[in-house]
């Protein structure tokens, strides 16, 4: 913690110090590691207790379930608890890329080939990136971005529902398609203005321990929500062809 205070986060020319942007991205990837890790592990657990053939036993599938949802509401109440806490980033980070890898084993469990996985992560890296850079290094308005980003959001939980609706009534929904791309888009514009809330965060001040996790934990959740999208995409194609 201390090696991060005693450098100044903005150096003569103006830019923000190297150091801080490494440390973000080094703890964003100890999250990715934690949750690819508990994928797998999640994951081999499962096949052991409840394999069978290529997929799980129906006692299995029942308990992979009451996993995800268990874990869910988990999140809900840990979230809703920590809502109002600005310290414990370290925490807040590593409970959520738990979850994270949870989900990331569901999916592996019920069909999801590492050959989907792993396009679907260079795609996000690829997105995440462009807009993290696109956010970071831009003089654009993180507000009107902020604003146009609940709009999309805003808009598209609404044509979520409705496509919902026809799902269950068995019937394919080009509405679905179209709202999951909203959210998508409108998760990129958050990481956009995340990008440029976290370099005027630096700017403001001496980068500490706490803000470098906070940071992390933004982008990270960013990442997540991107590669997600991307892998419901993806996984659509495969099942239409």
């Known amino acids: ?35 690819a890790l508990t994928s797998i592990g999640v994951s081999y657990l499962f096949i052991a207790l409840y394999g069978a053939g290529n997929g799980l036993t129906l006692e299995g599938y029942t308990n992979l379930t009451w996993t995800l949802v268990g874990s869910a509401i ?4 840990y979230m809703l608890v920590t809502s109002r806490m600005t310290r ?19 999916l592996l469990l019920t069909g999801l080939s590492f050959e989907i996985a792993g396009e679907g992560l260079l795609i996000s890296a690829f997105a995440f990136l462009s807009m993290f850079l696109i956010g970071y290094f831009t003089k654009i308005n993180s507000g009107i971005l902020s604003m146009l980003g609940f709009g999309l959001l805003a808009g598209a939980f609404g044509l979520l529902v409705i496509s919902l609706i026809t799902f269950w009534m068995g019937t394919f929904s ?3 398609l179209l709202a999951q791309g909203l959210i998508l888009f409108a998760v ?7 990008a440029r809330r976290m370099k005027q965060l630096a700017m403001a001040g001496h980068p500490n ?8 934990y933004a982008l990270y959740g960013d ?7 991307i892998i419901y995409f993806l996984m659509l194609t495969r099942s239409r062809n």
């Not at 190297?18 to 703890?27: D, M, N, Q, T």
């Not at 370290?90 to 979850?99: A, I, N, R």
């Not at 990129?188 to 995340?194: C, E, G, I, N, P």
């Open 88 to 106: 414990f980033y370290v925490v807040h980070l590593t409970v959520f890329s738990l979850w994270v890898g949870i989900i990331l084993s569901a």
């Open 174 to 176: 080009w509405m679905n």
């Open 209 to 216: 321990f706490n803000l470098v996790m906070a940071c992390a």
């Open 223 to 229: 990442f997540v929500n991107i590669f997600l999208r």
């Open 188 to 194: 990129l514009l958050f990481t956009a203005v995340d």
């Open 1 to 35: 913690m201390a090696s991060y205070t005693a450098t100044p986060v903005v150096d003569a020319s103006g830019k923000v110090a190297g150091k801080f942007l490494g440390a973000v991205f080094l703890s964003m990837a100890a999250a990715l590691l934690v949750s």
């Open 74 to 77: 988990f999140m809900f109440i």
